[in-house]
Nanobody, 124 residues
Framework: QVQLVESGGGLVQAGASLRLSCASSGRAFSSAAMGWFRQAPGKEREFVAAINWSGTSTDYADCAKGRFTISRDNAKNMGFLQMNSLKAEDTAVYYC?????????????????WGQGTQVTVSS
């Protein structure tokens, strides 16, 4: 089992940075693929970034390339999403997700475990 808890969201101005964290209570996290997704009001959930179990491979949505960085610390069972140069359109609830397998996954249905989400609001 993998339980995920996100933190680090908040209200920031455009151009600011935030670092989201995803804490897992299970040791299985260290062998799990991880992803970040977001959902804005009235919109469908969308992929943001993914990282493989070892942290050696990453994938980003176009909206995240060049501004966001996904990383993980398996020793601490933690995942992170560093978000720089935030824009108003980045406003959403951000979710981390995990799948107990190797590889990179960009589709929500491919993940087995989800956190409760953390709100990110960027004012323009």
């Amino acid at each position: 089992q993998v339980q995920l808890v996100e933190s680090g969201g908040g209200l920031v101005q455009a151009g600011a940075s935030l670092r989201l964290s995803c804490a897992s209570s299970g040791r299985a996290f260290s062998s799990a693929a991880m992803g970040w997704f977001r959902q804005a009001p009235g919109k469908e959930r969308e992929f943001v970034a993914a990282i493989n179990w070892s942290g050696t491979s990453t994938d980003y949505a176009d909206c995240a390339k060049g501004r966001f960085t996904i990383s993980r610390d398996n020793a601490k069972n933690m995942g992170f999403l560093q978000m720089n140069s935030l824009k108003a359109e980045d406003t959403a609830v951000y979710y981390c997700a995990a799948r107990l397998s190797s590889g990179l996954y960009a589709a929500g249905y491919q993940y087995h475990y989800w956190g409760q989400g953390t709100q990110v609001t960027v004012s323009s």
